[in-house]
């Protein structure tokens, strides 16, 4: 309830900005908050589902069940056009079908994102890299990076919703080394547009209650609890849309070990123009 309450603060807090006649004041919005903040609640129907255990190995019988009502909710939400926030591997993220347009539009508008920014995909399975992507490289080169924290920028196909980075012919694809996701892809069956939780140029989040002033924007907040990497770097996002070459655009949480890779086992070559 207390972060119910932070969150339907923040909420009135906006809507009340830069309107004459409306105030907001501490001492108003303690009358009677407990009663004000379950109202509010009700009306946003934001949903957070706690994940009772950080992996889906050695759960108990009631747990197993406790995930499989929240991958159900979640991938009903996501299928309904909705904005879900979600843990990963490597920091907090939002999540929508990346085929649905309105969607994707709903995700910048909650972030106040710059819609010349791109935004990745996340996937499940290996193999649906190629429905969304023009591969060039090795599949064993994905498989020794992915699921992983790590972003691969590839050339689009035709398949994905042109609507989704229209400005660009390159999408960055995941697939998070987090079983809860990796599930929540596999169950959808389309892939997921994902960026980090929270507002646009502000810190990265590894803790679900570090972006409760997004919640009243959301439909369903899973809580994974902490993310182990607190680095908050998010994913290492790196460019093999050029055959035999590869280019860092962010270095994220695993540069070192994805160079080695590319390097070291496969011989690509850095792209000069990050030399």
Known sequence: MKACRR???????????GRPGIRLDSCSFRLNRSLRSERMCKELKTRVLRLAAQSSEDLTPQQQQEWTEILTATVKALKAGQVVA????????LACVAQNSAAVRRVYDIKGRNGDKPLAICVGEIQDIYRFCKVSVK?????????????????????????????????GVRIPDHP?????CQMCGEPLALTSANISAQTSTVASNEFEDLWPSLDVVVDGGLIGDKSRLGST???????GRYRIIRPGCALSATVQVLEGKYGLL???VNQ
């Open 7 to 17: 969150a339907v603060y923040g909420a009135l807090q906006r809507y009340s900005h």
């Open 86 to 93: 979600v843990p990963t591997d490597t920091i907090y993220g």
């Open 270 to 272: 850095e792209d000069p």
């Open 237 to 243: 996002v790196v460019d093999l849309s050029v055959c």
């Open 139 to 171: 599949e064993d080169l994905l498989r020794d990076l992915l699921p992983g924290p790590v972003t691969l920028v590839l050339e689009r196909s035709s398949t994905l919703n042109g609507d989704l980075n229209p400005f660009t012919k390159l999408i």
């Open 180 to 184: 809860f996701m990796r599930r929540l």
